[in-house]
Nanobody, 116 residues
Framework: QVQLVESGGGLVQPGGSLRLSCAAS????????MRWYRQAPGKERELVAF????????SYADSVKGRFIISRDNAKNTMYLQMNSLKPEDTAVYYC?????????WGQGTQVTVSS
């Protein structure tokens, strides 16, 4: 079955950096587009970044554009989110996601807290 496992979250000061990873299994990773979402307390889950199956295409939410970089290593079945110049408003649980038709698949999430 599809499994997505996020890691790399933690506590970081404003202006700092973190790199999240999403390890995928149970499906042909290189055939599927992937996304990072986040959900802050009391807010709806929002799309942060998208990457095509080959990694050749990416897109970002305006709030993270120029600061975050999404990437993937299909040989390692892993997707990444490099987060730079972090702000307190980036504090959230970050989830990786893929989908087949109407079925969405989610990891358990990793907490990112940006605070001094």
């Amino acid at each position: 079955q599809v499994q997505l496992v996020e890691s790399g979250g933690g506590l970081v000061q404003p202006g700092g950096s973190l790199r999240l990873s999403c390890a995928a299994s149970g499906f042909t990773f290189s055939s599927y587009n992937m996304r990072w979402y986040r959900q802050a307390p009391g807010k709806e889950r929002e799309l942060v970044a998208f990457i095509t199956n080959t990694g050749g295409g990416t897109s970002y939410a305006d709030s993270v554009k120029g600061r975050f970089i999404i990437s993937r290593d299909n040989a390692k079945n892993t997707m990444y989110l490099q987060m730079n110049s972090l702000k307190p408003e980036d504090t959230a649980v970050y989830y990786c996601n893929t989908w087949r038709g109407q079925q969405n698949y989610w990891g358990q999430g990793t907490q990112v807290t940006v605070s001094s």
